[in-house]
């Protein structure tokens, strides 16, 4: 053989082996840029689903932050509702002692008036409704509601009546039950 045979041959093998080391750099390579481009595109869909999820989060922490702030409100308002409820509530209640307190004076009055024999008008239990409604009005500086301008009108015939004809509307004023038994004023 000649010697220049083995030589060619080892460069041709050496030739394939380089180029086979090549193409293998080259796939390789590919392999690794595919890869990455795969792993960066993963990356940039993981950065925009935070970026939502984070713009989701904080529109509904602004949201939940408005709804905070309008039942704080409500709390408030109601607190305010209540209080002043609780004062008409006071309010009503002295008013209801007071209204009782007057009218038990007046059944006081009519009853002792009935005792001693001597009856007028004002001791008379129907006066007592006419002067509970002259305090309710405060002491007839102020105007009557409706359904005391009607007491008031029912209220001036029995007085006339009384006047005109004292005594003879046979009872008794110690026969009476005293206004708190009848459900005057009740609460």
Do not use: F
Not at 21 to 46: P, Y
Not at 75 to 89: F, P, Y
């Amino acid at each position: 053989m000649d010697p220049a045979v083995p030589k060619a041959t080892l460069k041709v093998l050496g030739l394939c082996v380089v180029l086979l080391v090549l193409v293998a750099a080259v796939t390789v390579s590919v392999a690794v840029m595919v890869w990455r481009s795969e792993a960066v595109g993963k990356l940039r869909g993981c950065r925009e689903r935070a970026a939502n999820e984070s713009r989701e989060l904080g529109n509904r922490v602004a949201e939940l932050e408005r709804e905070r702030a309008r039942l704080q409100r409500e709390v408030a308002a109601s607190t305010r509702a209540e209080d002043a409820l609780q004062r008409e509530i006071a309010q009503a209640r002295g008013d209801g002692k007071k209204l009782n307190a007057s009218l038990a004076s007046c059944w006081e009055q009519a009853v002792g008036a009935g005792e001693d024999g001597d009856r007028g008008v004002l001791g008379h239990p129907a006066a007592c409704k006419g002067r509970v409604m002259l305090e309710r009005s405060g002491g007839g500086r102020g105007e009557l509601s409706s359904q005391d301008q009607g007491d008031a009108l029912s209220l001036r015939g029995i007085l006339t009546r009384l006047v005109e004809s004292p005594g003879t509307d046979g009872k008794d004023a110690a026969d009476e039950q005293p206004p708190e038994s009848k459900g005057w004023l009740q609460r």
